[in-house]
């Protein structure tokens, strides 16, 4: 499995990309990952959808940002199978220091394409408010590859 941790440069009080650089180096460093930085709205999308279209293994795709980071990276997953999302916050309203989290790991979420659009709504949502509810609470969660 790879992973691509989507980082919005602009969302939060900082760019976190070094953050999560060290963060990945120091305790996943066996991960097969990649970070990418979006460059504009939209960005992410593309992005998602490239690498979903030549895929050859199994990929998740880590949101590192906040919300609209979030619906940019299930859009771009949107009719695609054997893909997973999950959630790194580092919003406005959800930053936190990730180095201050030890051991930690980013739960999946399995994706389908066949959600209908009002599946597509309720999953953005859900999606949104664990986002906002997981930048608020410290959790620990342990890496199972």
Known sequence: M???FIVNPMSGKKDSTNEIKEYLSKHHSELNYEIYNTKAVGDAIDFVKKECENKTQPL??????GDGTLNEVVNGVYGYDDVYISVFPCGICMSYDLLSITNSCFPKIPFSSSFDNISLFIFIVCAIIFVNISGKIKTTYSFKG
């Open 60 to 65: 998740t795709f880590i949101a590192c940002g």
């Open 2 to 4: 790879k992973y691509f």
